[in-house]
């Protein structure tokens, strides 16, 4: 009778021991393609930045992942009046549910979820119009995939190609010069060091 009070608890033991949670800290690239709309062709450059994650397994294969993304790079609108450039600081927030693969020390992994993108002009040389211009929240869409490769019980090297979709900023620029009224698939590959615990 002991034994079968005590079996369920060791069962539970033996989960939490399994779960496990891990923090990783990458470089990210930032690939913004372009997008035309209302008269406006928005062509940003290629920006660079860091991602930081938490992860959290709610089984062997299955986790959650919170998210913080920081980039800078300059957004170029051509409109017909004027020809604007904003050096941008964009930083995400999001959160994501991730599936695992297990092969050995290999562990591909897909993700999807959503989060909040804050795109922020910056007021220095790269900005050419300084007058107003405001930061802009959107909320967008994560997915991705990649793979882990575990070179420790403790430490693995992980590499994603992560995409975002997410509305063009505009700065709210005045008379709303350069809204495209768009959404855009911004490429976010990453990849950095993981550490369990």
């Known amino acids: 009778m002991l034994l079968a009070v005590l079996?369920?608890?060791?069962?539970?033991?033996?989960?939490a021991q399994e779960s496990r949670q891990d923090i990783s800290v990458s470089g990210a690239g930032f690939i913004p393609p372009y997008?035309?709309?209302?008269?406006?062709?928005?062509?940003?450059?290629?920006?660079?930045?860091?991602l930081l994650s938490y992860r959290y397994m709610l089984t062997p294969r299955s986790a959650l992942e919170?998210?913080?993304?920081?980039v800078q790079n300059v957004n170029h609108f051509l409109i017909p009046t004027n020809n604007i450039l904003v050096h941008t600081r964009m930083q995400e927030i999001s959160g994501a549910y991730v599936?695992?693969?297990?092969?050995k020390n290999f562990n591909p992994?897909?993700?999807?979820?959503?989060?909040?993108?804050?795109?922020?002009?910056?007021?220095?040389s790269k900005t050419n119009f300084q007058n107003s211009l405001s930061q802009n929240t959107n909320i967008g869409l994560l997915y991705g995939g990649g793979i882990a490769y575990e070179i420790s019980p403790s430490f693995d090297?992980?590499?994603?190609?992560?995409?975002?979709?997410v509305k063009t900023p505009s700065f709210s620029f005045p008379n709303n010069?350069?809204?495209?009224?768009?959404?855009y698939?911004?490429?976010?590959?990453?990849?950095g060091v993981a550490y369990h615990f």
């Open 157 to 165: 090297i992980r590499a994603e190609y992560r995409g975002i979709v």
């Open 66 to 70: 919170l998210n913080y993304q920081y």
């Open 7 to 15: 079996l369920p608890m060791l069962a539970v033991a033996g989960f």
């Open 99 to 103: 599936y695992n693969f297990i092969f």
């Open 185 to 191: 698939n911004i490429y976010n590959p990453v990849i």
């Open 35 to 50: 997008a035309y709309g209302n008269g406006v062709l928005l062509h940003a450059t290629v920006g660079y930045g860091g």
């Open 109 to 124: 992994f897909l993700e999807a979820g959503v989060g909040g993108y804050i795109f922020t002009p910056i007021d220095d």
């Open 177 to 183: 010069d350069t809204r495209t009224n768009r959404y």
